[in-house]
C-alpha cells in the first residue's frame, strides 16, 4: 500500500480496481469531513494553503510541497485558502501494489512518517515535469498510454522520494522498527472501522475483531495517532453523520436507525458531544452547494 486519502473525491466518484484519473484542484472545497480514501493519491500544491490531518496528526501543505496518502489512511481537511491550487494524481491500490513489496519495510514506514515534503531547486523543477507529464498524457485522450504513463511518474516519484530520504539521514533505523506491529494493528483497525462504524460504536467489538484486548487497542491507537480507541471511533461515526446531514434529507429517526442507536435522542446527544453542537444546528448551517467529500 503507498500513498491513500486531500482529497477531493466527489460524491458520485465509485473506485474501481484498475482505475487512474488525474484531477487539477482549485477553489473552494469541504472541510472538517473525515474520508476513506479508496485510492493512492500523490499530489503537488501550487499555490495556497492547506491544513490537514492524516491519522489524526496535523500536516501544513505549502505552495511547491507534495503530499503522498496511503490507502486506509484517515483524511480530514481542517482548512485551506481560498486561493489553494494543487494537481492531483488518483491511483487504485492493486495498480501499484506490487511493485510497492519490493521497496523494505524501512523506506515504507519512513513514508508514512513523512507523507509531506517540501521541495526547491532541480527536485522543484523535477516535480513539475512529473506532473506537466501525467496532465499531456491525460489530454491525449488514449487511456493505455495514460495509465502507464501515470503508473511509470509515480514509481519515478517514489524512487526521488528514497533518495530524499537517505541523503537527509531520514529512514528509520532498526530501533524504531518495533513499532511496525502496532502500525499494522491500527491499519486493520480503521479498516474494521470503515467497514463497520454502522454497526458498533464499541471498542471492545472492533478489538474482538482483530483478536486483541481493548487495552491493547487503545495502546496501539496512543502510540500511532495520540487518541484513543474510542476517540478515534467517535470521531469517524461522528463525521459521517456530519456528512448525512449536510448531503441528505434524512430524518434523525432514519438515522439512528442506520447507525444502531437506540432512538434519536440518544443519537443527538452523541452527536452534540463529540461535535460540540446539535445535529438541528449542523443541518440548519449546511450551504446549499453539497459538500464534496475530502
Given at each position: 500500500?503507498?500513498?491513500?486519502?486531500?482529497?477531493?473525491?466527489?460524491?458520485?466518484?465509485?473506485?474501481?480496481?484498475?482505475?487512474?484519473?488525474?484531477?487539477?484542484?482549485?477553489g473552494?472545497?469541504?472541510?472538517?469531513?473525515i474520508?476513506?480514501?479508496?485510492?493512492?493519491?500523490?499530489i503537488?500544491?501550487?499555490?495556497?494553503?492547506?491544513?490537514?490531518?492524516?491519522?489524526?496528526?496535523?500536516?501544513?501543505?505549502?505552495?511547491?510541497?507534495?503530499?503522498?496518502?496511503?490507502?486506509?489512511?484517515?483524511?480530514?481537511?481542517?482548512?485551506?485558502?481560498?486561493?489553494?491550487?494543487?494537481?492531483?494524481?488518483?491511483?487504485?491500490?492493486?495498480?501499484?501494489?506490487p511493485?510497492?513489496?519490493?521497496?523494505?519495510?524501512?523506506?515504507?514506514?519512513?513514508?508514512?512518517?513523512?507523507?509531506?515534503?517540501?521541495?526547491?531547486?532541480k527536485?522543484?523543477?523535477?516535480?513539475?515535469?512529473?506532473?506537466?507529464?501525467?496532465?499531456t498524457?491525460?489530454?491525449?485522450?488514449?487511456?493505455?498510454?495514460?495509465?502507464?504513463?501515470?503508473?511509470?511518474?509515480?514509481?519515478?516519484?517514489?524512487?526521488?522520494?528514497?533518495?530524499?530520504?537517505?541523503?537527509?539521514?531520514?529512514?528509520?533505523?532498526?530501533?524504531?522498527?518495533?513499532?511496525?506491529?502496532?502500525?499494522?494493528?491500527?491499519?486493520?483497525?480503521?479498516?474494521?472501522?470503515?467497514?463497520?462504524?454502522?454497526?458498533?460504536?464499541?471498542?471492545?467489538?472492533?478489538?474482538?475483531?482483530?483478536?486483541?484486548?481493548?487495552?491493547?487497542?487503545?495502546?496501539?491507537?496512543?502510540?500511532?495517532?495520540?487518541?484513543?480507541?474510542?476517540?478515534?471511533?467517535?470521531?469517524y461515526?461522528?463525521?459521517?453523520?456530519?456528512?448525512?446531514?449536510?448531503?441528505?434529507?434524512?430524518?434523525?429517526?432514519?438515522?439512528?436507525?442506520?447507525?444502531?442507536?437506540?432512538?434519536?435522542?440518544?443519537?443527538?446527544?452523541?452527536?452534540?458531544?463529540?461535535?460540540?453542537?446539535?445535529?438541528?444546528?449542523?443541518?440548519?448551517?449546511?450551504?446549499?452547494?453539497?459538500?464534496?467529500?475530502?
Amino acid at each position: 500500500m503507498i500513498f491513500p486519502n486531500l482529497i477531493i473525491m466527489k460524491n458520485d466518484i465509485i473506485p474501481v480496481e484498475n482505475d487512474i484519473f488525474y484531477q487539477e484542484i482549485s477553489g473552494d472545497f469541504s472541510r472538517k469531513n473525515i474520508i476513506k480514501c479508496n485510492y493512492n493519491l500523490l499530489i503537488y500544491c501550487e499555490a495556497g494553503c492547506a491544513t490537514i490531518e492524516i491519522n489524526y496528526r496535523k500536516y501544513n501543505i505549502t505552495p511547491h510541497s507534495t503530499l503522498m496518502l496511503m490507502y486506509m489512511d484517515i483524511v480530514s481537511c481542517i482548512y485551506h485558502t481560498s486561493d489553494f491550487r494543487a494537481k492531483a494524481l488518483f491511483i487504485a491500490p492493486l495498480l501499484i501494489a506490487p511493485e510497492l513489496r519490493g521497496y523494505d519495510f524501512t523506506f515504507l514506514s519512513t513514508l508514512k512518517r513523512h507523507p509531506l515534503t517540501v521541495w526547491n531547486g532541480k527536485r522543484l523543477s523535477f516535480i513539475k515535469q512529473l506532473f506537466d507529464i501525467v496532465a499531456t498524457s491525460n489530454e491525449l485522450g488514449n487511456d493505455e498510454v495514460f495509465r502507464k504513463c501515470a503508473v511509470s511518474q509515480c514509481f519515478c516519484y517514489v524512487n526521488m522520494l528514497k533518495c530524499y530520504f537517505q541523503e537527509n539521514d531520514m529512514l528509520k533505523g532498526d530501533a524504531e522498527i518495533s513499532l511496525s506491529g502496532k502500525k499494522d494493528y491500527f491499519a486493520a483497525f480503521v479498516k474494521e472501522l470503515f467497514n463497520s462504524y454502522r454497526q458498533s460504536r464499541e471498542v471492545l467489538f472492533y478489538a474482538e475483531c482483530l483478536k486483541i484486548s481493548s487495552n491493547y487497542l487503545n495502546e496501539v491507537c496512543q502510540s500511532v495517532c495520540e487518541h484513543s480507541a474510542k476517540e478515534v471511533i467517535d470521531h469517524y461515526i461522528s463525521s459521517q453523520l456530519k456528512f448525512e446531514l449536510y448531503n441528505t434529507d434524512k430524518s434523525m429517526q432514519q438515522l439512528a436507525e442506520e447507525y444502531n442507536f437506540p432512538n434519536q435522542s440518544y443519537l443527538s446527544r452523541y452527536y452534540r458531544r463529540v461535535m460540540g453542537e446539535s445535529p438541528t444546528d449542523t443541518r440548519k448551517n449546511r450551504s446549499e452547494k453539497k459538500l464534496l467529500i475530502f
